[in-house]
């Protein structure tokens, strides 16, 4: 039997980025098949799926190398499904890096104290 898209057992290599930075990325519950964004997205680290109370990893990255909304709009322009709030809250009780670090995965001083 094979695992769906985005269920995967912990370890490293479990997302298309490696990098050490946040990066975009794309998931799909494997459960029920909810998709969403997020620009807190990380190496080897998923996010709950809101409704299944999964982790899930994404299936699609790319490093944010400056501003990850911007990236985020020029991928929009490849997939009218996309659809990217900014201002939306990021949900740390669903986040696994900062359920990890134990704060807001973007505060990087202490992201990258940790994680160094």
């Keep these: 039997m094979g695992r769906k898209q985005g269920q995967q057992k912990p370890g490293k290599g479990l997302t298309p980025y ?12 494997p459960t029920c098949d909810r998709k969403w964004m997020s620009g807190n997205s990380w190496a080897d680290m ?15 990255q790319w490093q944010c190398r400056t501003d990850c909304a911007a990236a985020a709009d020029l991928e929009k322009s490849k997939d009218d499904s996309s659809k990217i709030d900014q201002t939306k809250h990021h949900p740390e009780h669903l986040c696994e890096k900062c359920k990890r670090l134990g704060h807001y995965c973007r505060d990087s001083d202490r992201s990258r104290a940790y994680f160094d």
Aim: glycine content about 14%; aromatic content about 18%; overall charge positive.
């Design 18 to 29: 490696q990098g050490h930075g946040r990066a975009f990325g794309y998931f799909q519950c």
């Design 46 to 60: 998923g996010q709950e799926c809101q409704h299944c109370r999964i982790n899930v990893y994404p299936y699609k």
